[in-house]
């Protein structure tokens, strides 16, 4: 399968691609190295990557951010932050995508766990991923060619002790988890499924 | 109580309205009509909307709107419509609102059911109502001085029969009932709640 990883130099995403790249022909996009660079808050640079990429079995997106701050003096300016990353950054690699994805292909976003079970400052990060994956599930029944789509909506990894403290009492995931629950989306048979890693 | 009700010329607004106004001080807010006229749009709208309103008890959404198409052809363009209308609209209003909202005061915002459960076309739909709700989920554990924040969260209407057919098979409510959702949320205690309408 010819798989694409936008993100595939971050924390997750390497270890993504690494669990793909013998069996598969693994393209790294980041937003500064990896085999192609985009970015995925720019609906022409996504078209661009298509236009490099062309036809592909598989599409994981590991990319995109939020804004992370108290509700008390959060602005309209901020709030957009994860809406233009991390949520429009992934819908939009859906809407172009779905004209270059092979017959039976797939496309495997990420959300998170707070969108169910929120954090102190995160409300934005709750929004954008409680929407990826409500778009997930409609947009499940409408892609043509039995393409699919799934999220896998971690918890926080045991790789990122930096944030430990923003999550307490929430059970750490181990990377490998997480790196199943994108193998479980792109070779398995489902779609309009939200991958809980938690 | 002072209550603010932001598209309360619209079908439900207008019900919702009326139920509360014999008993409290409603301020009817539309986008061309009612009280006071708001863009939800504008962030600039709606800070000289509280201008003018300054304190309140409660803030009801039941405006704004979204793009109703195929997600095949799907533009951002298009998708952005429900961003900045029903979500950006309301989590503004949010935003906004709780620096002149009264201690015990609180936000009651508007969903939908294709947050879970989808029909074709409402993609953009879906995810939109998707983040209302986890916002909703995340602000409740912020707002200061016991202010509450809940999302009414319908199915379809039966006074819209125009839309049954894109709701095959799915029961109609009732007025009343939608009704009854955001006076649960006004006048009960409870916070961080989805009170679905199906």
Chains 1, 2 share one sequence.
């Not at 808050?41 to 592909?56: M, N």
């Not at 270059?100 to 766990?113: A, E, R």
């Not at 409680?130 to 947009?139: E, K, L, V, Y």
Request: aromatic share 8%; hydrophobic share 40%.
């Amino acid at each position: 399968m010819k798989i694409v990883i936008v993100g595939a130099t971050g924390t997750i995403g390497k270890e993504v691609s690494r669990s793909f790249d013998n069996e598969h022909e693994v393209i790294r996009v980041g937003s500064k190295s990896g085999d192609i660079q985009a970015d995925i808050q720019s609906p022409e640079s996504i078209e661009r990557l298509f236009d490099q990429i062309q036809e592909f079995d598989a599409l994981i997106c590991t990319a995109g951010n939020g804004h992370f701050g108290p509700l008390s003096n959060m602005t309209d300016r901020e709030f957009r932050k994860g809406i233009n990353s991390k949520l429009l950054g992934q819908v939009n690699l859906l809407l172009i995508g779905q004209h270059y994805v092979n017959p039976n292909g797939s496309f495997t976003l990420t959300s998170g766990i707070v969108w169910e079970e929120p954090i102190l400052n995160a409300a934005n990060l709750s929004a954008v991923n409680g929407a990826i994956n409500s778009f997930a599930i409609a947009a499940a029944i409408e892609l043509k060619n039995n393409a699919r789509i799934n999220v896998v909506c971690p918890s926080i990894c045991e790789n990122s002790p930096e944030m430990f403290d923003l999550f307490p009492g929430y059970e750490k995931v181990t990377t490998d988890r997480i790196v199943n629950g994108y193998r479980k989306s792109v070779l398995g048979p489902f779609t309009g499924k939200i991958i809980r890693i938690y």
